[in-house]
């Protein structure tokens, strides 16, 4: 048998077919076909039963987005399900909604412990680091050590004396991490949350508000990062920007230094901090 068509009709008949009443409160009793009935989706999404009946029917023309939503929360969809309802039903995805990050997967911290000689973060789109791996702590700044609240990119770059010396092109990189955190915050659809955090910035930074109020934007692509290190003195990283996929939310930034000594001195500093670690451990 051909399978029906991918509209937005067959996928809502299907997502509500899947759904089982009594999770919902609903009755299972007297009930010919499975799933919920549309007047009972209608009600979970607060729409007219008969333009929920007309969406599943190909009729009525496109619905708003926030009807969308609306349905979308009324059968239990997931993120990407979600985004396949609008694609469907408007031809392009939803508008961003920003989600405070909790944490990342324990698949995707082991895949940044896996690169010992590659300093690697994961960050949100407000540009706080969650995430990041040994040679990210001996090569840039160890994150362990600082509250959550001063994890971010933007109050390193700005208010962190040592790491500020550390930026063989300050202006430069001043310049391109604004631009690039204005296109990643409006993305990611939070420019409300950032609002604090600009504030503060620009009453701290005089730098910060300057370049803050040029309203230049840029993407983060790749690039090269250039150190003055305490230990590695200077140090030459090409770095690349990964979106981590199913999460809109985070950015992957992976820094592979340039010359091959330069990998074999990382590695040392992070087998050392490693055997201190685990001789405290031991000690403990």
């Not at 609008?86 to 997967?105: C, D, K, N, Q, T």
């Not at 995707?108 to 789109?125: H, N």
């Not at 230049?216 to 692509?221: E, N």
């Amino acid at each position: 048998m051909t399978k029906a068509p991918d509209t937005l009709a067959s996928y809502l008949r299907d997502r509500r077919l899947r759904l089982d009443p009594a999770a919902f409160g609903f009755s299972g009793s007297r009930r010919r076909t499975p799933g919920l009935r549309r007047e009972e989706v209608a009600q979970r999404a607060n729409i007219s039963p008969t333009w929920y009946t007309w969406l599943e029917q190909g009729r009525g023309g496109a619905p708003s987005a926030d009807v969308l939503n609306r349905i979308a929360t009324g059968l239990m969809l997931t993120e990407p399900e979600r985004q396949h309802l609008f694609m469907l039903g408007l031809g392009h995805p939803p508008e961003a909604r920003y989600r405070p990050v909790e944490g990342i997967s324990p698949r995707l911290q082991r895949l940044l412990d896996a690169m010992e000689t590659t300093p690697a973060i994961v960050r949100t789109a407000t540009w706080d680091v969650v995430a990041w791996n040994c040679a990210a702590c001996v090569v840039m700044t160890d994150y362990a050590t600082l509250p959550p609240s001063e994890r971010n990119i933007l109050k390193l770059v700005f208010c962190n004396p040592r790491v500020r010396a550390a930026q063989q092109d300050f202006d430069g990189i001043a310049r391109f991490v604004v631009a690039a955190f204005r296109a990643d915050a409006a993305r990611a659809g939070a420019s409300v949350e950032i609002t604090d955090l600009v504030s503060d910035l620009c009453a701290i930074s005089p730098d910060f508000a300057r370049l803050w109020n040029d309203n230049d934007v840029s993407l983060y692509g790749e690039g090269t990062k250039r150190l003055n290190h305490a230990v590695l003195g200077a140090i030459e990283l090409e770095y690349s920007g990964f979106s981590v996929d199913g999460r809109p939310d985070l950015g992957l930034v992976v820094y592979n230094p340039v010359r091959h000594e330069d990998a074999e001195r990382i590695r040392a500093l992070v087998r050392e901090r490693q055997r201190v670690a685990l001789e405290q451990a031991a000690a403990s």
